[in-house]
C-alpha cells in the first residue's frame, strides 16, 4: 500500500472541502466538550457524595429558652435529650453544640458574606448534633424525639445536600442532552462531507477502480479524513475543557458555592477522559464515513 498517496489523497480533500472540514472540526470539538463536560459533573458528583457522605448529620436544634440557659448541656431538658439519643441504637454519637459555638460555625459559612455580620450568637439556637448508624434512619429519629420538650426542630443534612445533588445531576442531564444532539450534527457533517469528497474525486476513484484497485483502498483515503476531523475535533475540545477549567471554571464553582463546598475538577480528571473522547471522536467520524460509502457512494 503506498502510504505517500493517501497521505496525499487525505490532505486534498480536507483542502479541497476546508469549510466543510472547518464547521466538521468545531461542530466535533463543541459535540465532545459538552459530552466530556458531562462526564466530569458526574466524577464531581461522585466526589461531593463521597465528601459529605460521612459527614452528614442530623441536627436537633433546642428552643430558644433551653439554648440561652444551658451552656454546656448540664441542665435536665438537654441532658434529658442527650441521654435518649445516646441509648438509642440508631446513634453512633452526639455531639453538643452552644449557642457561641453555633454562632462560631455560621461565622465560617457565612464568611464575607452581609448574613454573617447580621448574626448574633443570642439568636441561634443551640442543638444536638446526632451522627447515625444508618444515615437512612432519619426518620425514625425524628419519631423518637417527636413531641419532646426543648426539641425546637430536627434537619437532616442530606435534605440539604440533595438539592445541590439535584441540581448537579441538571447540569449533567442538560448538558449530555446537548452533546447528543451535537453528535449527530456531526455526524451528518461527516456523511456531508464524505459524499462531497467523493463526488469530486469520482473521476480519478473510478480510473483506479479501472486498474485494479480494491473498493477498500479506494475507499481508505475518505475514511481518514473523516477519522482526521475526528482527531482534530477532539484535541480542541480537550483543549477547550482545560483552558475553561483555568479560567472560568474554578473561579465559578468558588464564587458560586463557596471554597471547598464542592470538589474542583482537576486537570488529571480532564486528561483522565481525554482518551474516551478521542476514542468516541475518531470511533464516531471513522463509523459514520463508512456507512455512508456503504450506503450512498459506490467507489
Known sequence: M????????VVTGLRRNITMTIAMILTTAISLGLLGTGMLAVHTIDQTQNLYGDRLEVVVSLTLDVSIHDQDCSQSICAGLRDVLKSSPLVAAVTYENQQQAYARFQRLFQGQTLATLARPQGLPASLRVKLVDPNQSTQLAKLLAGKVGVARITDQRDVVERLFSFLRTIRDVVFTLALVEVLAAALLIS???????????TEVGVMRLVGATRWYTQLPFLLEAAVTGVLGTALAVGSLLLGKGLFLDQAITSGFGDGVIPIVQYSDILAVSPLLFVLGTGIAAVTGYVTLRLYVRL
Open 2 to 9: 503506498r502510504f505517500n498517496f493517501l497521505f496525499r489523497e
Open 192 to 202: 456531508n462531507m464524505v459524499q462531497l469528497s467523493a463526488f469530486n474525486r469520482r
